[in-house]
């Protein structure tokens, strides 16, 4: 069974700081997605990572894929108050059933 | 375009009723999927449709837990018997072909009283 981990569950940080979000998975995955969901929200793609090696960014922002460690990184850079928001990490097993597990999220408080 | 679209947007209920749940999603996207969010965790998968059929219903909780897609476009979720343990946020996503990214509707928050 497919376990999606991430660390930590809940993060308080000052503005102006770098940290950095853990997303661990049990098994071989064919791609990783994050996702952000505000307080009473639906939830906002923000990165795709499709292969070992996969880095994107988004301003403050930068997801990076290790398949082979089976770990996927959410990078904050100069955090600022708007980040202020849930994140999750969810792994696609697709090609074997359709599935997609989600972690449990990262709740991220940003201090002004 | 038009987003995934969601009704309602709230439904309270008493325990022991039946309810709908609607899910529209974007024009032209074959796969559909229906997930609960219960408040503090993350969605959990509930069934996958490809077309009209259900490619992968092993997420539904019990037999309770219904979902028609009959023409291939919009998706219902039915609860028969609700439980105060049903009470979550029922997410729904479509994408274009089931082996792309998943755009998710604004949710149903559901309320069994």
């Known amino acids: 069974e497919l376990k999606v981990e991430q660390n930590p569950l809940f993060l308080s940080m000052q503005e102006g700081k770098n940290y950095t979000i853990y997303c661990n998975y049990s098994t071989t995955s064919d791609r990783l997605y994050w996702y952000r969901q505000d307080p009473g929200k639906s939830l906002e793609s923000l990165f795709v990572l499709l292969s070992n090696g996969a880095v994107k960014q988004e301003g403050r922002l930068m997801a990076s894929l290790d398949t082979k460690a089976r770990l996927s990184t959410l990078h904050i850079t100069a955090a600022v108050h708007d980040l202020s928001a849930t994140y999750f990490c969810?792994?696609?097993?697709?090609?074997?059933?359709?599935?997609?597990?989600f972690g449990k999220g990262t709740r991220l408080h940003i201090l002004p | 375009g038009a987003g995934v679209s969601q009704t309602p947007s709230n439904k309270v209920t008493e325990k022991g009723k039946y309810v709908e749940l609607r899910c529209d999603p974007i024009s032209g996207h074959t796969a559909l999927y229906w997930y609960r969010q219960s408040l503090g965790q993350g969605p959990e998968f509930l069934i996958y449709f490809q077309g009209t059929g259900a490619a992968d219903d092993s997420g539904l909780p019990n037999d309770r837990f219904f979902a028609v897609r009959p023409e291939g476009s919009v998706s219902t979720l039915k609860i028969q018997r609700t439980e105060r343990g049903d009470s979550a946020m029922y997410l729904c996503a479509s994408s274009l072909s089931g082996q792309g990214e998943q755009y998710f509707g604004p949710g149903t928050r559901l309320t069994v009283t």
């Open positions: 969810a792994v696609d097993m697709r090609y074997r059933d359709d599935k997609i597990i």
